[in-house]
């Protein structure tokens, strides 16, 4: 089967064959990923497709069978989750956190990117400049006005706040 004729074939095929899958499997993205996964694998044997006598079953077949091992995945995973219970108790982030997370939110989006890539994720100023596309001394001048604006923030006391931003 040439090229042209294998996409004749999927173009005439794929909506019936999705219908019968549709039918066997109940969920319609479900039936199309397995008809497309079937056609798929029978691409790389399309010169011989003809040979077989009915490509059209040999897919329907190759379909069905991804249909029921997906299935019999989806039931051990569902298996595997009822088995193991939920946490009695998933503790919330503690408070401190929760303040660094807002400060770091009231920064202006270069300083907060070159404070989290630089402290969060331990990147050097030249790592940082480089993700960031800034020179060096532009990713310096952010990590000191961000560090700054970050102790104003979470000084207890000391750091003041002008209508929800930081001075």
Known sequence: MT????????AAAFPRLTG?????TGDHGEAQDVVQEAFVRAWDR?????????PEAWIR????????????????????VRRTPPPEHTPGPDPQRAMLVDALRRLPE?????????HLCDLSVEQVASETGAPVGTVKARLSRGRAALARELAPGEGEREGGRVR
């Open 20 to 24: 019968q899958l549709y039918a066997f």
């Open 110 to 118: 270069p300083q907060r990117m070159a404070v989290v890539l630089h």
């Open 61 to 80: 077949t190759v379909a069905m069978r991804l249909a029921v091992s997906r299935w019999r995945r989806a039931r051990r995973w569902l298996e595997l």
């Open 3 to 10: 090229e042209e004729e294998f996409d004749a074939f999927y």
């Open 46 to 54: 399309r010169r011989d497709f003809l040979a077989e006598g009915a």
